[in-house]
């Protein structure tokens, strides 16, 4: 078993995969999370329960959280029974949610007064990614603790980058969200057109992944669209919670992003209509509401 001691903290789709990677290589886990359900299924493989945020981190050498968004960070690293009342130097602290740049070098210069070395470390790969340990992480952060965490994260992921200092893994991730973002508004529309031109989406689907058009979205969620299949790996809520935080930092970048700005009103939408907690290849449902139509989905019937 691995000497170090790791804090899990939110055991949700993709945090528990991760967790569990984990105590299968033999570190010892001690796992937090607001939904006892999902801790009690961590702690039935092997995971230590915890009753906040503060004991996961207590004993442990590092302390990894995976919630949904920044205040959720924020209320687990500075709010009572945080990891901030149980730091102390040498402590590793890996921030693995999807945040926003500002808030994670926030965090971390707090944590830095206590001699806490921290990365922030977001995924991509959605529950796929997790449960096969192969996401893809990116890092930011000082480049030693980067190297020291390392064989840690590989348990978790298959390509890890360091992106450079403090807050530029959120940055990498934001830009990750917005070409993942994009490639499932053109693969709606390119499904929709087609069918309502009365080609079957099996055969767009077919011809698309063997040409330019092909990405991994494309792979992995293609086939589950044309069937109607949209069982979260990662919910459209929280890609809706991503992109505001991409129109975020570039308004204070000054950067120009016109079709993020149209993929985020594509997706506010979606939750408008309902569809918040669905995969986020859900947007074509948007596209089918515009265009008066439904691909042909099995089991379903046709609008």
């Known amino acids: 078993m691995s000497e170090l001691k790791i804090g899990f903290i939110g055991i949700g789709i993709m945090g528990y995969h991760m967790a569990n990677h984990l105590i299968k290589s033999g570190y010892q886990v001690a796992?937090?999370?607001?939904?006892?359900?999902?801790?009690?299924?961590?702690?039935?493989?092997?995971?230590i329960r915890t009753a906040s945020p503060k004991e996961a981190a207590s004993g442990s050498?590092?302390?990894i959280t995976m919630v949904p968004d920044s205040p959720h960070v924020e209320a687990a690293v500075l709010g009572d029974k945080g990891i901030l009342e149980a730091a102390r130097p040498g402590m590793v602290f890996i921030?693995?949610?999807?945040?926003?740049?500002a808030t994670s070098i926030k965090i971390g210069e707090v944590l830095s007064e206590k001699r806490v070395k921290c990365l922030d470390a977001p995924v991509s790969g959605g529950e796929m990614g997790a449960k096969n340990a192969s996401l893809s992480i990116?890092?930011?952060?000082?480049?030693?603790?980067?190297?020291?965490?390392?064989?840690?994260l590989s348990v978790m992921g298959k390509t890890i980058t360091h992106c450079g200092a403090a807050g530029a893994?959120?940055?990498?991730?934001?830009?990750?969200?917005?070409?993942?973002?994009?490639?499932?508004?053109?693969?709606?529309?390119?499904f929709v057109l087609?069918?309502?031109?009365?080609?079957?989406?099996?055969?767009?689907?077919?011809?698309?992944?063997?040409?330019?058009?092909q990405t991994r979205v494309m792979d992995v969620r293609g086939p589950k669209v044309v069937k109607g299949e949209f069982e979260p790996g990662f919910k459209s809520?929280?890609?809706?919670?991503?992109?505001?935080?991409?129109?975020?930092?570039?308004?204070?970048?000054?950067?120009?992003?016109?079709?993020?700005?149209?993929?985020?009103?594509?997706f506010s939408s979606l939750l408008?209509?309902?569809?918040?907690?669905?995969?986020?290849?859900a947007v074509i449902k948007v596209i089918e509401l515009l265009s008066n139509t439904n691909i042909q989905h099995e089991g379903e019937e046709h609008r």
């Open 272 to 281: 408008a209509n309902g569809y918040g907690d669905l995969d986020h290849s």
């Open 169 to 190: 893994g959120q940055t990498v991730k934001a830009c990750n969200q917005i070409q993942v973002a994009l490639n499932f508004v053109g693969m709606a529309e390119a």
């Open 31 to 47: 796992a937090y999370d607001i939904n006892t359900e999902a801790l009690d299924r961590i702690v039935a493989d092997g995971a």
């Open 237 to 266: 809520r929280f890609h809706y919670k991503d992109l505001g935080i991409i129109m975020d930092t570039a308004k204070s970048l000054n950067v120009s992003l016109p079709a993020t700005a149209l993929a985020q009103q594509l």
């Open 138 to 152: 990116m890092v930011g952060g000082e480049l030693d603790v980067y190297q020291e965490m390392l064989p840690l």
């Open 194 to 213: 087609g069918e309502k031109a009365g080609v079957d989406p099996e055969i767009i689907l077919k011809v698309l992944s063997g040409g330019y058009a």
């Open 95 to 101: 921030d693995m949610s999807t945040i926003a740049p």
């Open 61 to 63: 050498n590092v302390v």
